[in-house]
């Protein structure tokens, strides 16, 4: 009897982790459609160099996330500030960067962030937006 209470727990557990991952699976589904509708909106074309889970030009966003995964209050700022305004200095993600492991050997800069529709730079509030949704895929 002690066995099967056993056995029957074990299943339990096992049934919750692999419940958590499909909710999971979902939630990053919704997000990357939530990410596409600010960037269709806006006209804002991220994914010109970044992609939702594979490396192109830029890092993808799940590496980010990643990266980032304990970002206080400054750094999320500072991806913000780095969504409008681009970043040209001290380039981490290379060549290498995998798994939300930047390698220290960037040489691409990301521009500023400019709308298709309108030529005009993303908003702060759509680029904290996009961070924040980023960001989540971490949790």
Not at 12 to 23: D, I, K, P, T
Request: glycine share 8%; hydrophobic share 40%; proline share 5%.
């Amino acid at each position: 009897m002690k066995a099967l209470k056993t056995l029957l727990i074990g299943m339990a557990a096992a049934g919750s982790l692999f419940a958590a991952n499909v909710v999971w699976a979902g939630d990053a589904a919704e997000v990357e459609k939530k990410i596409d509708a600010i960037m269709e909106e806006g006209g804002y074309i991220c994914k010109t160099c970044h992609q939702f889970d594979t490396k192109t030009i830029g890092p993808a966003y799940m590496d980010v996330a990643k990266h980032y995964k304990d970002a206080d209050d400054a750094a999320v700022a500072t991806l913000v500030k780095q969504v409008v305004e681009g970043k040209s200095e001290n380039l981490i993600w290379g060549p290498d960067s995998k798994d939300g492991k930047p390698d220290g050997k960037g040489t691409m800069p990301m521009p500023p962030n400019m709308s298709s529709k309108t030529s005009q730079p993303i908003s702060e509030e759509h680029a904290k937006e996009l961070v924040k949704l980023i960001l989540s895929l971490a949790k």
